[in-house]
C-alpha cells in the first residue's frame, strides 16, 4: 500500500482516566491503515487503577465509518473477557471507527484508515469557485481602503522584539484584529514571516502568543471584537457576537452564520478577504524576507491555513494542524463532513441553500490550489475534525512536497512532538 506519511505513525496508548479506569486499544496492524476489504481488529483492555484488567461490569462498543454507516453495536460483559476484541472493515477508502464506553469509564474513541489517500471530498468543486475569489478580491480592494492601524503594547514587547495591536478594515463594515511583533534588531533583516490563524472560540490564545527575536510574527482572529489578555473582557464580547449571529440567521455558532443567506453574508468571507489583504500588506513590508514566509494554524487555524495558502501566493510553507471547514458536504458521501458541520447546524429550511454556498468555502477547494511545501497532521479519532475530511483536504493538495502525519489514536489535539517537529521544518531554510 502507497503510504504518504512524513513520520512514523505514533501509537499511543489512549490512557484516558476517568474514576481511576481507562481503556487501551491497540490493532493488529501498528500503523492502523488497511486496504479495502481487510478486516481491522481491535484489541481493548479494560483497566483498573492499579492497571489490572477489569473483573467485572458492562461496557458498550460501536463500530461505524465516522458517519451514519453504524456496523456493529456489542454490549461486553468484562467478566467473560478482557481483553476483548471488536473487528469491522470498510469497504471503500475511509475511516473505521471504534468508540468504547462504560459506567465509571470515559469513552474512547480509535479509527483505522481505508486507503485514505484515495478520499475524494463529498462536492466537486465550483466551475466558478476561482473567478468567485477573484471578484472578492478585486471588490475589497476597490471598495474598502484597508486602513492598517498598529498600536504598540509596551508591556508585552521585550528587548527582542516590538509587540503590536493590529487590525484592518475588511468588507461588510468589518475589521480584523490581532498582534503583530517586529524584531529590535534590524541587523537580522529582512526577517522570515510566520503567520497564524487560531482556533475556534476566544479561548486563551490571546495570552500564548508572543514574539520572536527573528521573525515577524502576524497573529489574526476571525472575531468582531478587539482581542484582550483579560479573558473575564472577552468571554462577554464573544456570546454576544454568538448571540446576536444565532438569532439573526437561525444557526447554530458563528461559523455556520450566514451561509444559507448569501455567500457574500458568510461568516467567514470577510474574515478571508480582510486576513489575505493583511498578508499582502505585511509581505509589502521592506524588512520582510518574501523567500521565508509561512504558515502555521490548528484546527480552525489549520483550516485557515489551506484557506490561504491556497488563495495567497506569498506563502512558501505551510504547516497544517487537524484542519478544520474542509469537506464541508462529506455528508454527501456518506461520512462526517468537517467541522463547524455548517449544513447540520442551519434551520432545516435553510439547509439547501446554505449546501449551495458551502463549496466556495471549503478549504479542500483552496487546498486544490496549493503549490508550496505543506505537511497536515490528522488525528485517527478526531471526533471533531474527523480524518476522512482531513484527508478530502490533503489529497487535494495538488503540491508535489506534501506529507501527512498520522496521529493514531489522536483526538482533538496535538501531540507537543508534532508541533515540535513540524515547527522545525517550517523554520529550516
Known amino acids: 500500500m502507497k503510504r504518504n506519511v512524513l513520520f512514523a505513525s505514533i501509537m499511543l496508548s489512549c490512557a484516558m482516566a476517568f474514576a481511576q479506569s481507562r481503556f487501551t486499544v491497540t490493532t493488529d496492524h501498528p ?129 527582542a522584539f516590538t509587540f503590536y495591536r493590529v487590525s484592518f478594515a475588511t468588507l461588510n463594515d468589518r475589521r480584523i484584529y490581532g498582534y503583530m511583533t517586529v524584531p529590535k534588531d534590524s ?9 497564524t490563524v487560531p482556533g475556534a472560540g476566544c479561548g486563551n490564545w490571546a495570552n500564548q502568543v508572543s514574539g520572536s527575536p527573528d521573525r515577524i510574527i502576524l497573529f489574526l482572529t476571525v472575531m468582531t471584537f478587539e482581542p484582550d ?10 456570546k454576544e457576537m454568538v448571540k446576536s449571529l444565532e438569532t439573526r440567521y437561525q444557526t447554530v455558532g458563528y461559523p455556520s452564520s450566514g451561509i444559507a443567506e448569501s455567500r457574500e453574508a458568510y461568516f467567514y468571507y470577510p474574515v478571508i478577504l480582510g486576513i489575505n489583504r493583511a498578508v499582502n500588506w505585511v509581505a509589502a513590508r521592506p524588512d520582510v ?42 455528508d454527501r458521501a456518506g461520512r462526517q463532513p468537517g467541522w463547524p458541520q455548517i449544513i447540520r447546524n442551519q434551520a432545516e429550511q435553510n439547509r439547501a441553500a446554505a449546501g449551495k454556498n458551502a463549496p466556495y468555502f471549503d478549504g479542500a477547494n483552496f487546498a486544490a490550489r496549493i503549490t508550496i511545501p505543506v505537511r497536515v497532521v490528522v488525528g485517527f479519532a478526531d471526533m471533531t475534525c474527523a480524518p476522512c475530511a482531513v484527508y478530502a483536504g490533503y489529497n487535494a493538495i495538488p503540491s508535489n512536497d506534501k506529507q501527512i502525519v498520522h496521529g493514531i489514536g489522536m483526538g482533538h489535539s496535538v501531540r507537543g512532538e508534532f508541533y515540535q517537529q513540524l515547527g522545525a521544518w517550517l523554520s529550516a531554510d
Open 187 to 195: 541587523a537580522k533583516a529582512p526577517y522570515p514571516v510566520q503567520v
Open 289 to 330: 524576507d518574501l523567500k521565508r514566509f509561512t504558515y502555521t494554524g490548528t484546527s480552525q487555524g489549520g483550516g485557515f491555513g489551506l484557506i490561504l495558502c491556497g488563495l495567497n501566493k506569498h506563502f512558501t510553507k505551510g504547516a497544517i494542524f487537524v484542519p478544520a471547514i474542509t469537506d464541508l458536504l462529506g
Open 229 to 238: 489578555y483579560d479573558q473575564n473582557k472577552v468571554q462577554p464580547l464573544f
Open 31 to 159: 500503523d492502523a491503515l488497511y486496504r479495502c476489504g481487510e478486516e481491522t481488529v481491535f484489541t481493548v483492555t479494560a483497566l483498573d487503577k492499579d492497571n489490572q484488567p477489569v473483573k467485572e461490569g458492562t461496557v458498550t462498543a460501536i463500530l461505524d465509518n465516522f458517519g451514519p454507516k453504524r456496523f456493529t453495536t456489542r454490549k461486553i460483559n468484562l467478566a467473560e473477557g478482557n481483553p476483548f476484541q471488536m473487528k469491522g472493515t470498510l469497504t471503500e477508502p475511509g475511516f473505521l471507527r471504534l468508540r468504547v464506553n462504560g459506567d465509571h469509564f470515559k469513552e474512547v474513541v480509535w479509527g483505522t484508515g481505508y486507503e485514505p489517500l484515495r478520499i475524494v471530498q463529498g462536492e466537486p468543486c465550483p466551475a466558478d469557485f476561482d473567478a468567485f475569489w477573484a471578484n472578492a478580491m478585486k471588490r475589497a480592494e476597490e471598495t474598502v481602503p484597508l486602513d492598517p492601524r498598529m498600536a504598540p503594547a509596551p508591556e508585552r514587547s521585550t528587548d
